[in-house]
Structure formats: C-alpha cells, structure tokens
C-alpha cells in the first residue's frame, strides 16, 4: 500500500469507528454518566486521577491538564493528576517492588473515598492499570475505564467502562480522546458556567 493510501484508509478507518460510537446511544449516555460521577467528585472537593502506559499515559495526562489548567475558558484549577507524572517516583517503585505497582502504591497513599480514577488501557489488560483500578476500589474510590472492545480484565472491575468497540489500537485511543475531550468540556461548563 502506498502512503497516500494509508491516509486514507487510517481516516476513513477513523471516521468509520467515531460514527459507530455517534449512533451508539449507550456510549453517548456513558459519557454523559461519567461527566456527572467527576462533576459529583469536584463539588464534593475530590480529586481525580488518571493513568495508563505509553499512549494512554500520554493521554492520561493530557486529559489531566485539561482539568487542571483549563479546557475551552479561563475558570479555576481542578484537581486532576496523572499518576505518572513523578518520575522519580515510578522508577523507585519500579525497581523496589515492580512495575505492576507503581501506580496501585500511590493509590494506596493519595486516593481518598468518592474521588475519581479514570484507568486507560486499549486491551484493559495492564497489570499495573488493573492493580490501580483494584486499590482505587479497595479505597472507595470510583472508577472509570476506558479501554477496547472486550474490556479486558478491566471490564469486570470498574464501576464505569467506556469500552471502544475496535481492536486497533490507535483507532481506540483517538476515540479515547475524543470522549475524555467531552467529558472536560462537560465537567468545564457545568462547573464554571459562563
């Protein structure tokens, strides 16, 4: 295949899965639940979290700063964290104890009863995500994940998944974004009305 090719099958892949998820009216209802559950977090002064390896540590982080600086308007800061954002951090627990841990360890420490952690994984099987998810319910925590079409072991542990139903990838996390997008837009003009 050539590279032009491949442009336009990865848009055309792309727009092909965006409106799956349009004509999709529970996922439409979902974003809307989980915009309410960190709205709730917010006025209840919590804090959300994120995490997730590679891309979606990317775009755990991006979507963090999203909250916590601002979205579309200049309002007030919200709390919202990437848990990997400490490296000094991740490579001693990482060297310490092990990878699968360093973000269920810091969990253990930061998360509180009712604040948020949203858990990216296209396969929803990272082990290190997974333990996350499990400590953040261990503290009460509500948690949120977004992975690929089967959910993986994620699926059957969050209180809310936003479940793509694709198995590629790059498709999964550019859909990622496009919720979490909404959900900081939501979470934005409910909170800071204009």
Not at 115 to 120: E, H, I, Q, T, Y
Not at 156 to 183: F, K, N, S
Request: glycine content about 8%; aromatic content about 8%; some cysteine.
């Amino acid at each position: 295949m050539d590279q032009l090719a491949t442009v336009r099958l990865n848009l055309q892949n792309s727009i092909a899965l965006k409106q799956r998820l349009l004509a999709d009216e529970e996922m439409i209802s979902l974003v809307s639940k989980i915009s309410d559950v960190i709205i709730e977090c917010y006025r209840n002064k919590g804090k959300v979290f994120f995490c997730g390896n590679g891309g979606s540590a990317a775009d755990a982080q991006h979507l963090s700063a999203e909250l916590s600086g601002r979205y579309y308007y200049d309002r007030p800061p919200l709390f919202a964290e990437a848990l990997h954002v400490n490296t000094s951090y991740i490579t001693a627990v990482a060297n310490d104890y092990s990878y699968d841990e360093i973000y269920s360890r810091w969990i253990t420490a930061i998360g509180q009863e009712n604040d948020v952690l949203v858990a990216l994984s296209t396969s929803g099987n990272s082990t290190n995500v997974v333990k996350a998810i499990e400590q953040a319910n261990t503290n009460g925590m509500i948690t949120v994940g977004f992975t690929g079409k089967t959910g993986g072991k994620m699926g059957a542990i969050c209180d809310y998944l936003l479940a793509v139903p694709d198995t590629d990838t790059p498709r999964i996390q550019e859909c990622h974004m496009i919720m979490g997008h909404t959900i900081c837009e939501i979470v934005e003009a409910r909170l800071f009305p204009r």
